[in-house]
């Protein structure tokens, strides 16, 4: 279980996070709707230390319990060692190909030796369908291509809870799909995933629990059919109309 109490950030004098708490369970896909601004990609951050929360306790199992204000240097990389984090903007080493780019982790992050890191690599290119690009560089690949390799090299980590922050919004619409896909694939398997999207088919479908925040605070959570069928919360429930209208185009 994953455990974050009263987590709060603030930048400068404006205070983006106002004391979250929110628990996982082991093998639950949580899904963080809100609007841009809300507070859930810093939220995201600071979970893996990406962003330094300013006040706050964090927990993984009992492996790891950190006090944000005075963490050790050593439980820091402990958390980071627990997490992995997929990002908005894919975050591949231009300079590597895709194998190398999966390896890099596990070779500098775990130790591993170069061949038992490259076979780890392989057998992942090969279940996101892409081992016959493990040698082609992010420039040649579809943004759909580079999402599924950061994914993969989040996998390769064997993280405790992979952290996913908007996956599919930097994506062409027909490369969404291939995304979402792998994502449905990897929460079979039963792996802990926190994610924070605009996707509201994949968080109804996908999701255990599902987190509404706005303003830096949590207004409301719950199960996919509590808080995106039946909310309670009016801005819960304006937030959501809003999402489901259909775009308006001037010819």
């Given at each position: 279980?994953?455990?974050?109490?009263?987590?709060k950030k603030s930048f400068k004098n404006h205070?983006?996070?106002?004391?979250?708490?929110?628990?996982?369970?082991?093998?639950?896909?949580?899904?963080?709707?809100?609007?841009?601004?809300?507070?859930?990609?810093?939220?995201?951050?600071?979970?893996?230390?990406?962003?330094?929360?300013?006040?706050?306790?964090?927990?993984?199992?009992?492996?790891?319990?950190?006090?944000?204000?005075?963490?050790?240097?050593?439980?820091?990389?402990?958390?980071?060692?627990?997490?992995?984090?997929?990002?908005q903007n894919y975050n591949l080493f231009q300079?590597?190909?895709?194998?190398?780019?999966?390896?890099?982790?596990?070779?500098?992050?775990?130790?591993?030796?170069?061949?038992?890191?490259?076979?780890?690599?392989?057998?992942?290119?090969?279940?996101?369908?892409?081992?016959?690009?493990?040698?082609?560089?992010?420039?040649?690949?579809?943004?759909?291509?580079?999402?599924?390799?950061?994914?993969?090299?989040?996998?390769?980590?064997?993280?405790?809870?992979?952290?996913?922050?908007?996956?599919?919004?930097?994506?062409?619409?027909?490369?969404?799909?291939?995304?979402?896909?792998?994502?449905?694939?990897?929460?079979?398997?039963?792996?802990?995933?926190?994610?924070?999207?605009?996707?509201?088919?994949?968080?109804?479908?996908?999701?255990?629990?599902?987190?509404?925040?706005?303003?830096?605070?949590?207004?409301?959570?719950?199960?996919?059919?509590?808080?995106?069928?039946?909310?309670?919360?009016?801005?819960?429930?304006?937030?959501?109309?809003?999402?489901?209208?259909?775009?308006?185009?001037?010819?």
């Open positions: 279980m994953i455990k974050l109490a009263g987590i205070q983006v996070l106002k004391g979250i708490d929110l628990q996982v369970k082991k093998g639950e896909v949580l899904t963080i709707l809100g609007p841009s601004g809300s507070g859930k990609t810093t939220f995201l951050r600071c979970i893996n230390y990406l962003e330094k929360p300013d006040e706050g306790i964090i927990e993984i199992g009992d492996a790891l319990k950190i006090n944000v204000k005075k963490p050790a240097k050593k439980d820091i990389l402990k958390l980071r060692q627990h997490t992995a984090m997929v990002f300079n590597k190909t895709a194998i190398e780019n999966i390896v890099e982790g596990l070779i500098v992050a775990q130790k591993r030796s170069k061949s038992e890191a490259i076979s780890i690599a392989e057998r992942l290119l090969d279940k996101i369908g892409l081992l016959h690009k493990r040698d082609a560089y992010p420039s040649s690949l579809s943004g759909g291509q580079q999402q599924r390799i950061g994914i993969a090299r989040a996998l390769a980590l064997n993280p405790d809870v992979i952290l996913f922050d908007e996956p599919t919004s930097s994506l062409d619409p027909e490369m969404v799909g291939e995304v979402l896909n792998l994502m449905k694939d990897i929460a079979k398997e039963g792996i802990t995933m926190i994610v924070v999207t605009h996707e509201i088919d994949f968080a109804r479908e996908v999701s255990n629990h599902v987190v509404f925040m706005d303003g830096g605070h949590i207004i409301e959570e719950g199960t996919p059919e509590e808080v995106i069928l039946n909310p309670q919360k009016d801005r819960t429930k304006q937030f959501l109309r809003r999402l489901s209208k259909e775009p308006e185009y001037v010819i």
